[in-house]
């Protein structure tokens, strides 16, 4: 089983009768997505080192996923691992407006949509299709499965995908999902995003498999391998399996090799168990600047043009940043809201006295 592969490091196409016959401006829609996730990211990851914020989840060389999203429709299901955050962005009609919130959600502030009761990183829209992440490694796959089935059964087209890392091929979830929705023949489109470390957990201490996407042959669905920094293979492997998936044929597996160029979390220190000789490797492969090479090749954009988004985000982003900062926290009251939809008497004993302590804040 060959990996599927469409552009080279270089940008240049190497699979010609694979290339995706898309339009300027949905490609460079993608561009805008990547580049914004990535100064979102190196942003947050200074941020945090800063004080300012409390947590950060790095992204970078994996911005390649955009594709995947740009092949589901807007009533799809999206289950998120940690990194997704170029899926969550292009669903957004406004990309200024979703960074907004994600700048919001990060400094756990008044107008985070999560009204801080979550760790800062990436979170779940209802109106976007868009699944809150768990930190739990693997609860989205049986999730995502679950919801498959419920799109068969009410017959509404809609496709799940739900992405998670290599180390959650060891977890029973994946084994209960994968099952679950190849018994089932569920619209469900299984990525792992094969970054080759568990947080410090080599790929080599996961698996005897010489390809994760061979685990799928044991539940009975196609499994493809594609290069996980090339856009074009992910939008060509995720169209053809979610065709597949909305015939009533099943679900497939796809394994994205790519990379984690930063650290697990900020909480992490990656110098401890990688060499930067093998980071300074995948950067070589990363997918921004690969996609940018396509795009010059193409004459769809020329350096200019490239330093005025790169620019023009920087600037969003900074400027929203200040905004956020001024920010009052939520209200003590969020702490106790929107679980139940009229508060218990426990948890209004529990509010009470929280206010006498902290004040009516």
């Known amino acids: 089983m060959a990996t599927l592969r469409i552009l080279d490091v270089d940008g240049k196409v190497i ?25 979102f990211d190196e942003k947050g990851w200074k941020l945090q080192r800063q004080g300012r914020v409390s947590f950060h989840v790095p992204t970078a060389g994996q911005e390649a996923v955009v594709a995947a999203a740009a092949a589901l429709k807007n009533t799809d299901w999206i289950f998120p691992a940690y990194r997704e955050h170029a899926c969550y962005l ?8 979703g960074l907004a919130e994600l700048i919001d959600h990060i400094f756990n502030n008044e107008d985070d949509p999560q009204r801080g009761r979550r760790i800062p990183g990436l979170y779940g829209s209802k109106r976007l299709r868009f699944v809150t ?32 890392g290599d180390g959650a091929t060891s977890s029973n979830d994946f084994h209960s999902g994968m099952n679950f929705a190849a018994v089932k023949k569920t619209p469900t489109v ?8 568990a947080i410090s957990v080599p ?21 493809i391998q594609i290069d996980g920094n090339d856009v074009f293979a992910f939008y060509i492997a995720v169209s053809e399996a979610v065709e597949c998936a909305r015939r009533g044929e099943g679900p497939t597996m796809i394994e994205a090799v790519t990379y ?3 650290s697990h979390t900020s909480s992490d220190d990656w110098t401890r168990y990688r060499s930067k000789d093998e980071v300074e490797q995948w950067k070589q492969k990363e997918p921004i600047r690969r996609f940018k090479d396509y795009l010059l090749n193409k004459r769809y954009l020329t350096e200019e043009e490239d330093e005025k988004i790169w ?29 139940y939809e009229e508060i218990p008497w426990h948890l209004r004993e529990q509010y009470e006295e929280a206010r006498r302590f902290y004040g009516d804040k």
């Open 203 to 223: 790929l080599t201490e996961q698996t005897a498999a010489k390809r994760l996407a061979d685990k799928a042959i044991a539940y009975g669905m196609p499994g």
């Open 90 to 97: 292009y669903r957004w009609k406004d990309l200024e407006q």
């Open 311 to 339: 620019k023009k985000y920087d600037r969003i982003l900074n400027d929203l940043i200040e905004k956020a900062e001024k920010k009052s926290p939520p209200r003590l009251e969020t702490m106790f809201t929107e679980v």
């Open 260 to 262: 984690r160029l930063g």
């Open 133 to 164: 992440p768990s930190a739990p490694i693997g609860t989205q796959i049986i999730q995502a499965a679950g919801a498959g089935y419920a799109a068969k059964y009410l017959k509404d087209g809609n496709v799940t995908m739900v992405f998670f």
């Open 190 to 197: 299984f990525v792992c995003m094969n970054n080759q470390w």
């Open 15 to 39: 699979n010609p009768e694979k290339e995706p016959k898309l339009p300027k401006e949905e490609l460079l829609k993608w561009y805008e997505v990547m580049v914004a996730n990535r100064l």
